[in-house]
């Protein structure tokens, strides 16, 4: 376990001395303290401006979402094709450490790193709701909680890319794509769920269904959702409704993308 | 008592390749310094990959110190100099120690002293704070202080000498004979071969993955002749 923390010790050290998680955690800070705070001070209702602002506030937690999102993509492409190919893993890996040490190490670091924004983006708006007497801290609580899990899913798939590709770049857009289109594949699982599609490709869509993660959605979201009648992820809701199949879902995607990422860096020669 | 490297029918091929190993037998000697001689696409760095698992053989076996080398508990007590060491360039040349030391196991009380002496002993001492502003000659020193970190028993070095002043060459071959007076063993690849007849007394030469010749120095150079015309005439026999 030694090798596993010294190796995510280094790993949380080379995002921050690269700056990585400042620039991130920077952008995030302004847009969730600039969104928020303006949005607050104004009558949505009332004025043009007012209205402006309102709609602006309203894609505001898409954005940290989006932003988040992207950072945890940022702080994982790295973690194992890029050192692999330009052999910065080779004198780890002479020494008496397992790979599954190094892969663990790597992705815990990252992960470390994902849970800290997330923490960072709840104090922040938090201190925003207590300032403007709102009443939002349990829905915030577990929106950003499930946005951790979440983000902790695309952490480790964008972890098994990079054992897959040594180009950060093309880890980076694989994970991002299975992460992104599991909303879309839901809905399409839903015609198969339903019988309206069968055959080949209800098989091809049943395997793709399996494939990509199925991520928690919070009360806060889910109720942005069904306002805004968005067809992927009330498809998804509709296949798996409760919030405890959901993490089920997500425990075993983590667990199967951790021990597939240990067999391909198992075969990695340097 | 095992012996410090044991290789039997060590193959192995890349994919769309012709070179790799074909079939090496090797056994070095506890306290030895062996040095592995060839010319460039010989295997050499392929041999040195496999001793440390870093490639997977395509058949054979590798023992170090009678443990399977595919086992990382084998690869405690084993300092690696690699031919293009690459570190990670955030970190400054004592963090990257401490990193190395933790790995190994070696004791907190112990490791500030042991980064300290080991920085000292590579020159290493006013380095600039990150490693990605270290030359090259700094990086070989580094990689070297790393190797030595935890005292080993055996050190493996891949072209230790490359990118080094003459200076630099000097105190690589103190530092091998020190290891040496300190009952180490050492495996070293290299084609700098004045080098490696003054400190080796355990030589194999190997070309296109085949072992040619194995021996002490004293067996495989006659008198009159030298290191170096030995090499050229078993290559030249061997051809392409």
Redesign the interface.
């Known amino acids: 376990m030694?090798?596993v923390l010294?190796i995510a010790h280094?790993s949380v050290?080379?995002h921050v001395?690269?700056k990585l998680v400042a620039f991130f955690g920077i952008l995030v800070a302004m847009a969730a303290v600039g969104l928020v705070y303006v949005s607050l001070n104004n009558d949505l209702s009332s004025t043009l401006v007012g209205a402006a602002v309102g709609i602006a506030t309203y894609f505001s937690l898409t954005l940290l979402q989006g932003l988040s999102t992207l950072a945890a993509v940022a702080v994982s492409m790295n973690n194992i094709g890029r050192p692999f190919a330009?052999?910065?893993a080779?004198?780890?890996?002479?020494?008496?450490?397992?790979r599954w040490?190094y892969a663990l190490g790597r992705l815990l670091g990252s992960i470390a790193l994902v849970v800290a924004l997330c923490l960072l983006l709840l104090v922040l708006l938090q201190g925003i709701n207590v300032l403007e007497d709102r009443n939002l801290g349990v829905e915030l609580w577990g929106h950003w909680a499930t946005q951790a899990f979440n983000l902790i899913l695309l952490v480790s798939l964008t972890t098994l890319m990079s054992a897959l590709f040594n180009n950060p770049v093309l880890a980076a857009f694989a994970s991002f794509f299975v992460y992104a289109s599991s909303g879309f594949v839901s809905a399409l699982y839903l015609l198969v769920d339903t019988g309206r599609v069968r055959g080949v490709g209800g098989a091809v869509i049943s395997v793709l269904w399996y494939l990509t993660p199925k991520t928690l959605i919070s009360p806060l979201a889910l109720e942005r959702m069904t306002r805004d009648g968005n067809p992927m992820s009330a498809g998804s809701m509709m296949l798996i409704s409760s919030t405890g199949a959901r993490i089920a879902w997500g425990v075993a995607y983590l667990a199967a993308t951790i021990a597939l990422t240990f067999v391909l860096i198992r075969?990695k020669?340097? | 008592m095992a012996p410090a490297v044991e290789v039997a029918k060590l193959v192995k091929h890349y994919r769309g390749s012709h070179r790799g190993l074909n079939g090496i037998d090797l056994t070095v000697g506890e306290g030895e310094v062996f040095a592995l001689l060839g010319p460039n696409g010989a295997g050499k760095t392929t041999f040195v990959k496999c001793l440390l698992a870093l490639l997977r053989p395509t058949s054979g076996s590798i023992s170090l110190f009678g443990e399977p080398a595919g086992n990382p508990g084998a690869r405690r007590g084993v300092g690696f100099v690699p031919e293009t060491p690459r570190f990670p360039d955030f970190l400054s040349a004592q963090e990257v120690l401490r990193l190395h030391g933790r790995l190994i196991g070696l004791p907190h009380d112990d490791l500030k002293l042991r980064i300290s002496e080991r920085l000292e002993a590579v020159d290493l001492t006013d380095a600039p704070k990150r490693v990605k502003a270290f030359s090259k000659g700094m990086i070989r020193r580094l990689a070297l202080a790393q190797a030595l970190l935890g005292s080993p028993r055996l050190v493996i070095m891949d072209e230790p000498t490359a990118d080094l002043d003459p200076i630099g060459r000097r105190n690589v071959r103190n530092e091998i004979a020190g290891l040496k007076d300190q009952g180490a063993t050492v495996v070293l690849n290299s084609h700098l071969l004045s080098e490696v007849e003054r400190v080796s007394d355990h030589v194999a030469i190997v070309h296109q993955g085949r072992l040619l010749a194995e021996g002490g120095i004293d067996q495989l150079v006659p008198d009159g002749q030298d290191l170096e015309s030995v090499f050229v005439d078993l290559i030249e026999k061997a051809g392409n």
Request: no cysteine.
């Open positions: 030694n090798a010294t280094a050290t080379e001395r690269r330009d052999g910065e080779t004198l780890i890996l002479a020494r008496p450490v397992a040490q075969r020669e340097l």
